[in-house]
T-cell receptor, first 114, second 113 residues
Framework: AQSVTQLGSHVSVSEGALVLLRCNYS??????LFWYVQYPNQGLQLLLK??????LVKGINGFEAEFKKSETSFHLTKPSAHMSDAAEYFC????????????FGRGTSLIVHP | DTGVSQDPRHKITKRGQNVTFRCDPI?????LYWYRQTLGQGPEFLTY????????KSRLLSDRFSAERPKGSFSTLEIQRTEQGDSAMYLC???????????FGQGTRLTVV
């Protein structure tokens, strides 16, 4: 079985501040991990992914995430928030334990203040 | 590569009516997924296809729901005798194989009145 927990349904930051969105996963086998972003009334767009290899992965729009097996975490960060980053962010996990079907967290809404 | 396409984008229907949604995946993507998303929630898995074979269905997928993917190309999701609780965004996604990321369509927003 696999699951994802996203801590904090809402995160509020000032423009230019650090963004940190938390994701913890549960998987009995090595996981693939993903972060997606969703704008209102749109589908999901991939920000970045971890499959194997380097544990620090870089994605689009200046985002990055680090896979920490010991902490079962895959937190998303961005050094400096921009107004255009305001959106809903979803963490997802897939693994052989779940037939490689992506399982999503409940999402974190990022609010960016001017 | 034109991305995943879903049709229609919006659908308003009366309770008890049947509706059908279409998804055109990225060409040569073997896996196709259907998800449902309600306000303030993440996408919830409904079913997936490997080529034309429907390999897994969620317990969320009641008997009123049926999905097909003839010839492993486009897919349709039909909901019979719609209920107000079916109101949601229905998302389709495809991936080349199990080890690659899923690409999502824009979704079909269903409103049952």
């Amino acid at each position: 079985a696999q699951s994802v927990t996203q801590l904090g349904s809402h995160v509020s930051v000032s423009e230019g501040a650090l963004v940190l969105l938390r994701c913890n996963y549960s998987s009995s086998v090595p996981p693939y991990l993903f972060w997606y972003v969703q704008y209102p009334n749109q589908g999901l767009q991939l920000l970045l992914k971890y499959t194997t290899g380097a544990t620090l992965v870089k994605g689009i729009n200046g985002f990055e995430a680090e896979f920490k097996k010991s902490e079962t975490s895959f937190h998303l960060t961005k050094p400096s928030a921009h107004m255009s980053d305001a959106a809903e962010y979803f963490c997802a996990v897939s693994s052989s334990g779940g037939s490689y079907i992506p399982t999503f967290g409940r999402g974190t809404s990022l609010i960016v203040h001017p | 590569d034109t991305g995943v396409s879903q049709d229609p984008r919006h659908k308003i229907t009366k309770r008890g009516q049947n509706v059908t949604f279409r998804c055109d995946p990225i060409s040569e993507h073997n896996r196709l997924y259907w998800y449902r998303q309600t306000l303030g929630q993440g996408p919830e898995f409904l079913t997936y296809f490997q080529n034309e074979a429907q390999l897994e269905k969620s317990r969320l997928l009641s008997d009123r729901f049926s999905a097909e993917r003839p010839k492993g190309s486009f897919s349709t999701l039909e909901i019979q005798r719609t209920e107000q609780g079916d109101s949601a965004m229905y998302l389709c996604a495809s991936s080349r194989d199990r080890a690659t990321e899923a690409f999502f369509g824009q979704g079909t927003r269903l409103t049952v009145v």
